[in-house]
């Protein structure tokens, strides 16, 4: 018995240092925050002047550009603010649309674009379709269905044809537009007869 006593007392004291090694750790794992959570501040955690984002398609071809002279980002919302923005979609099957205003927010991980002040939008001319221009206050794209959006009043200007409406939506892969409530419309004989820009009348439906 006398010759397994030692033999107890070390195994008893590395027992009881496992032990209070396993709790220190515990502890300290419990103490200390080891990764704090993000702050959700409204203040902008990051920022950049001359900023560009551009984003591609599956194919590694880019179809969309967005450009600034200054760029904020607030991690509250994951918003991204851009100063003198220029929104530019430039997919192979559509015509070109460039946007530009006095600001732009981006949400939704760059899928939605809310262009705000002095809104406006130019699609070039493509096929028969001659160029579309939009200016309202606010215009909302969205990159990736290549729609763009207002509730806003908006001025409509295809062609040679003018349209001041309240709300409006332009599909450009379709090359339809929709002006839910429009006035002062003021249509040219060639325009009327255009397949795929569609002007609808003051219910917001299209005229068949």
Do not use: C
């Not at 460039?98 to 939605?112: E, H, I, P, Q, S």
């Not at 763009?148 to 939506?169: E, F, W």
């Amino acid at each position: 018995m006398k010759e397994r006593f030692p033999a107890l007392i070390a195994l008893f004291m590395l027992i009881t240092l496992v032990i209070s090694t396993w709790w220190a750790a515990d502890y300290a794992q419990r103490a200390i925050d080891v990764d704090p959570p993000a702050r959700k501040t409204q203040e902008p955690d990051s920022w950049s002047e001359k900023f560009v984002m551009l984003s591609s398609d599956a194919s590694g071809v880019p179809v969309n550009r967005l450009e600034g002279s200054q760029m904020q980002h607030f991690p509250y919302n994951d918003s991204y603010l851009i100063t003198n923005a220029t929104a530019t979609g430039q997919r192979p099957d559509s015509p070109r649309t460039v946007g530009t205003a006095d600001t732009a927010t981006v949400l939704d991980d760059g899928n939605k674009i809310i262009m705000q002040g002095n809104a406006h939008l130019h699609r070039f001319p493509h096929g028969e379709d001659k160029a579309l221009d939009v200016t309202s206050e606010q215009l909302i794209i969205y990159p990736n269905e290549d729609i763009i959006t207002t509730d806003k009043p908006a001025l409509v200007i295809n062609g040679n044809s003018r349209m001041n409406g309240n709300g409006m939506m332009y599909n450009n892969k379709t090359r339809k537009l929709d002006v839910y409530s429009s006035s002062d419309v003021s249509i040219s004989g060639q325009d009327s007869q255009r397949r795929r820009t569609i002007i609808p009348n003051k219910q917001g439906n299209s005229p068949q």
